[in-house]
């Protein structure tokens, strides 16, 4: 596969020509049946529309007049929020026209936002948007894009006017920023078997992104997020906080493009968790590589969850409920192994010893996994 390099970064190629001229040619038909007999006013988004305006331009096959427009927002990989105007456009061009903006990609829609609330003020006589590349999963305003050339993961791309740090608008496909190997596992295993001592270690050895279910509703409800709000009503009344909830949770954590992978923590559950955390991380091109089943004797679990509670003073780790507790486990949860092992990803690790020692097998196990490329 061909690389290229663009600064610090590189980047691998993604979407080729026939598909950008596809998405171009369906923008320009859909502009022409909104024209119907009244001439377009384009307005080119400066600088990364200019090889997507000349490639609409030409393919478009009635009357239209082009003004440019010159806004900046991004810095480096990310969105800035700050919209500047750069070069301004004389009201008089576009009063009273049906004006037809070209953006090369819309991302959070700040850029977007700032355009429409400025051109507005020139009164046209209609404004709409056609933007070659969307974001669906980080655009986060109202507005309904009128005209799509193709909708794209939250992804970093360069190529055909689009640029890193100004340089790739050159290249005439899209290329996508390449990212590190990465590594999606289930820690897994009884109450007590030190899947938590061992996520944080792996976490800081490895820099994944630790997702403890527990850690998750805290938070949620600490900061009183939407979430957290409903999971609250759940717990309050004692109830198990529904799956929905949950996987809305891990949902806005399995999104962040720049994570090395993830290890979940108490989380699946259940089988039926299982399967929706695989739709889940499907959607997100993403997969679970391994579940890491930490084994440690239920007559272990209980000793170490006794000697817990006779110097953590916690309640709940009294004999009776630490059984009843590794009952539901058995019951419930050890499912979730089978399911694994179904797809061949079941790893069972010694779960007795010290913690460096087995910490060592696990990360033994992870460095064995064939690891998917995230691109
Ligand atoms: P927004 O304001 O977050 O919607 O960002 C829109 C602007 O950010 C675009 O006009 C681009 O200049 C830039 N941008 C957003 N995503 C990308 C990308 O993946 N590659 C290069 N530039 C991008
Ligand atoms: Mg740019």
């Known amino acids: 596969m061909k690389e290229i390099k663009l600064h610090d970064k590189v980047f691998v190629p993604y979407i080729g020509k026939e598909r950008i001229a596809q998405a171009v040619k369906k923008v ?39 003004e440019f427009y010159r806004l900046k927002s991004y810095e480096g990989t990310s969105s800035t929020g700050n919209v500047e ?14 004006v037809v903006v070209i953006e090369d990609i819309i991302d959070t829609g700040n850029t977007l936002e700032k355009i429409i609330s400025e051109l507005k003020k020139k009164k046209p006589a209609d404004l709409k948007i056609a933007s070659l590349f969307l974001k669906p999963e ?14 794209i993961p939250n992804k970093f791309i360069v190529g055909y006017g689009l640029d890193y740090n100004e340089l790739g608008r050159n290249i005439p496909e899209i290329y996508v920023l390449k990212q590190r ?18 996520a944080q270690i792996l976490k800081d050895k490895l820099g994944l992104t630790y997702i403890a279910t527990g850690d998750l509703f805290r938070h949620h409800i600490k900061n009183q997020t939407k979430l957290g709000k409903k999971a609250k009503e759940y717990i309050d009344k004692g109830n198990l ?26 989380f699946p559950r259940t089988v039926k968790q299982a399967e929706v955390l695989d739709k889940l991380l499907k959607d997100k091109d993403l997969i679970i590589d ?5 084994d440690v004797p239920d007559e272990r679990i209980i000793k170490r969850l006794v000697e817990r509670g006779k110097t953590s003073g916690r309640s709940d780790d009294n ?27 079941f790893y069972k690790i010694d779960g007795v010893g010290d913690i460096d020692e087995i910490n060592q097998r696990l990360l033994d196990v992870i460095k064995n996994l064939k690891l998917q490329v995230r691109d």
């Open 85 to 98: 105007i750069i070069v301004d456009i004389d009201a008089k061009l576009i009063t009273g026209k049906k």
């Open 290 to 294: 391994a579940l890491l089943f930490l």
């Open 138 to 151: 980080v655009y986060n305003k109202e507005y309904e894009v009128d005209f799509v050339g193709m909708e």
């Open 28 to 66: 320009a038909r859909e502009i022409e049946t909104y024209a119907q007999d009244d001439q377009i006013v384009f307005v080119s988004i400066l600088k990364g529309a200019f090889v997507f305006s000349s490639d609409l331009l030409k393919h478009y096959r009635k009357n239209a007049s082009i």
């Open 181 to 198: 190997k990465m590594v999606d596992v289930v820690l897994f295993g009884p109450p007590g078997a030190g899947k938590g001592t061992q």
């Open 241 to 266: 906080v529904p799956d929905e909830i949950t996987i809305g949770m891990i949902e806005e954590i399995v999104k962040d493009p720049n994570s090395h992978g993830f290890i979940f923590d108490g």
């Open 319 to 345: 004999e009776e409920t630490i059984k009843h507790r590794l009952n539901q486990y058995h019951n419930f949860t050890e499912p979730v192994k089978d399911y694994y092992k179904k797809q061949n990803k």
